[in-house]
């Protein structure tokens, strides 16, 4: 069983950073892909950013391409997601998701997810 731990979420204003973590237990994350996903007020759940287990592959949403960066540390079995000139459209709940098989932008392909942290960007 894994289990995912997000942090860092907050209320920020149109052009600041953030970095968000998500802590992960139950399982080596060098054996894991990891990717984030986020979901706005009354919108479906969208791919953000994905990394792959050697961390030399990464894949993001286009709206976020440029802005929003994904690493691991496996030493310290987190992962996370660098958020730059954030933007009022970037406000949802963030998601951090565990694959076990493959990376991709799919959120159907991800086995386990967190409980997720609020992002809220105001103009």
């Known amino acids: 069983q894994v289990q995912l731990v997000e942090s860092g979420g907050g209320l920020m204003q149109a052009g600041d950073s953030l970095r968000l973590s998500c802590a992960v237990s139950?399982?080596?994350?060098?054996?894991?892909?990891m990717g984030w996903f986020r979901q706005a007020p009354g919108k479906g759940r969208e791919f953000v950013a994905a990394?792959?287990?050697?961390?030399?592959?990464?894949l993001y949403a286009d709206s976020v391409k440029g802005r929003f960066t994904i690493s691991r540390d496996n030493a310290k079995n987190t992962v996370y997601l660098q958020m730059n000139r954030l933007k009022p459209e970037d406000t949802a709940v963030y998601y951090c998701?565990?694959?076990?098989?493959?990376?991709?932008?799919?959120?159907?392909?991800?086995?386990?997810w967190g409980q997720g942290t609020q992002v809220t960007v105001s103009s």
């Open positions: 990394i792959k287990w050697s961390a030399d592959n990464t």
């Open positions: 139950g399982r080596t994350l060098s054996s894991l892909a």
């Open positions: 998701a565990a694959d076990l098989v493959r990376y991709s932008m799919s959120q159907y392909n991800y086995d386990y």
